[in-house]
Antibody
């Protein structure tokens, strides 16, 4: 069964750096795009960006470009989302998800989510 | 970016009755070369990640009950639940994947009347 398992909840202070992870299993990780989706408290879903593990080709939403970095280590089937300097407004649930079919950007499998809380 | 607008924002329907959620895109998501609408629907229950229900506007994902159906083309789409069950209480999102970023609608909260 396809699974995406995300790293655990984080509590950080403003200005700190952070990297969260998403490990895929039971499918050929290299051949499927992986995306990140933000959900702020009580709000809807926001498409942040996607990465292709095969060659690390990355596409960002203009809203998130320069704010986060998406990366991947295909040798361990893991995608990452990182911040160099967190802000309180980064407090949210972050989901990774697998793009169902190359050339489309809808998601068929989702991770359980990583809650990031940024507070002093 | 393509803007996705859902209506209504919330909806209360009696058990066994039909629920209808609408989604409108700011530009067509119908790709002429393959005649496919690049539109998906998701269901999100409290404390859970979203779940894919429908893709290509009308194709049910494997395992999704047939009371869920999607329709529409171009810029106007509909998710219909033919006979509402208690377990269908959730927030429903549409998403276009015609272009990046693959924007979502704001969500429609479905409750039992």
């Amino acid at each position: 069964e396809v699974q995406l398992v995300q790293s655990g909840a984080e509590v950080n202070e403003p200005g700190e750096s952070l990297k969260i992870s998403c490990k895929g299993s039971a499918y050929n990780f290299t051949n499927y795009w992986i995306g990140w989706v933000r959900q702020m408290p009580g709000k809807g879903l926001e498409w942040m960006g996607i990465i292709y593990p095969g060659d690390s080709d990355t596409r960002y939403s203009p809203s998130f470009r320069g704010q986060v970095t998406i990366s991947v280590d295909k040798s361990i089937s893991t995608a990452y989302l990182q911040w160099s300097s967190l802000k309180a407004s980064d407090t949210a649930m972050y989901y990774c998800a697998r793009v169902a079919v190359a050339g489309t950007w809808y998601f068929d499998f989702w991770g359980q989510g990583t809650l990031v809380t940024v507070s002093s | 970016d393509i803007v996705m607008t859902q209506s209504p924002d919330s909806l209360a329907v009696s058990l066994g009755e039909r629920a209808t959620i609408n989604c409108k895109s700011s530009q067509s998501v119908l790709y002429s070369f393959n005649n496919k609408n690049y539109l998906a629907w998701y269901q999100q229950k409290p404390g859970q990640p979203p779940k894919l229900l429908i893709y290509w506007a009308s194709i049910r994902e494997s395992g999704v009950p047939d009371r869920f159906s999607g329709s529409g083309s171009g810029t106007d789409f509909t998710l219909t639940i033919s006979s509402l069950q208690a377990e269908d209480v959730a927030i429903y999102y549409c998403q276009q994947y015609y272009s990046t970023p693959g924007t979502f609608g704001q969500g429609t909260k479905l409750e039992i009347k």
